[in-house]
């Protein structure tokens, strides 16, 4: 049996992640497809971890919804076991591990993700895909949206953003991607980490804000 993990994780989907001077911003649309069809406006794809690490998902969302509610769960009997917050390579780690094991098998999870967050080594943003491999970067984009949301970051990104400057960049990189990609759209989500605030999950009235911050400063 073969299974076309490629089409699966990459048709559909805009996801993006930065790093800012001190902290991480991870956005994404909410369009959720199957084939040509729409099935909903109002997919979650950005969870929270920890205090200071989320992560956003594509692929096929049962998949992803299992290996979140696991990763969460183990970030927790972590904490339970050493007294302190895991780093975010070791929950990559953790989860690249599982994602390699099951790539082998005949069913292997058909999801990708970005994991970001900030710990004692600085603020992360990590890529791993449906095979378990990890990639650090300082900003990354995933789903079919990503040609688009790519070139927008590697135009404009540079490693001395401030946190409005990355939020207002990840927005254009994401709202540029929904007006080219039929598989992106209706909505934003976006989360910003920190270690003075941890993951604060923006409202539609924040992000508005910064929309239009984004947009007189586009004009002017």
């Excluded at 390699?100 to 603020?123: E, M, R, W």
């Excluded at 688009?148 to 404009?156: N, R, S, T, W």
Aim: charged residues 25%; proline residues 2%.
């Amino acid at each position: 049996m073969h299974i076309d993990m490629t089409k699966k994780v990459v048709h559909g989907t805009t996801t993006v992640g930065l790093c800012f001077k001190n902290g991480v911003v991870i956005a994404a649309d909410k369009r959720a497809t199957a084939g040509s069809l729409i099935v909903s406006k109002r997919a979650r794809k950005i969870h929270r971890v920890t205090d200071k690490i989320a992560i956003t998902i594509s692929g096929l969302v049962a998949d992803a919804q299992v290996l979140v509610r696991w990763l969460q769960s183990q970030a927790r009997i972590f904490y339970l076991n050493t007294d302190r917050e895991p780093l975010v390579r070791e929950l990559v780690s953790l989860l690249s591990n599982v994602m390699h094991a099951y790539f082998k098998s005949l069913l292997p999870f058909i999801s990708h993700f970005i994991i970001g967050g900030v710990d004692n080594l600085g603020p992360h943003i990590v890529f791993l895909d449906h095979a378990g491999s990890m990639q650090e970067e300082k900003y990354i984009v995933t789903g079919s949206g990503s040609p688009v949301a790519i070139g927008v970051l590697e135009d404009k990104y540079n490693d001395k953003l401030t946190k409005k400057e990355g939020i207002t960049l990840a927005l254009e990189a994401l709202r540029s991607a929904i007006r080219r990609d039929v598989f992106s759209g209706d909505g934003i989500d976006l989360a910003v980490i920190t270690h003075k605030e941890g993951v604060h999950v923006f409202s539609p009235k924040e992000i508005d804000k910064y929309i239009k911050i984004s947009t007189l400063e586009i004009s002017t």
